[in-house]
């Protein structure tokens, strides 16, 4: 727990709102996984906040992972990748 103390995670959802999209997800990777093609593994479903994914294994039971798709505000661009979309749309040069 220590390790989590200095970070803030916000979410734009009260906790029932949160708890609602958490179990459609779950549901929408259920279905996803039993649907999926012969030769695949998992069954995925996200939105902007939550990424939840059902891996294949061994076993009878897939293994459940739910992650949360981190995003900071103050994340500066990559100068790299705005050089290349001003250098291909030929925009903002001299500015």
Same mark, same amino acid.
């Given at each position: ?11 734009? $959802? ?12 779950? $549901? ?10 012969? /030769?695949?593994?998992? +069954? ?20 459940? +992972? ?11 661009? /990559?100068?790299?990748? +705005? ?6 749309? +030929? ?5």
């Amino acid at each position: 727990m220590r390790s989590y103390d200095l970070y803030v995670i916000c979410i734009d $959802k009260t906790p029932e709102e949160f708890k609602e999209t958490l179990v459609s997800l779950l $549901k929408k990777a259920i279905k996803a996984y039993e649907s999926r093609g012969p /030769n695949l593994r998992h +069954g995925i479903a996200l939105d902007k906040h939550v990424t939840v994914i059902l891996s294949q294994t061994e076993g009878d039971s897939p293994l459940c +992972g739910i992650y949360f798709n981190l995003h900071s505000p103050y994340q500066k661009p /990559n100068p790299v990748r +705005g050089r290349l979309v001003r250098e291909a749309t +030929g925009g903002l040069e001299g500015a």
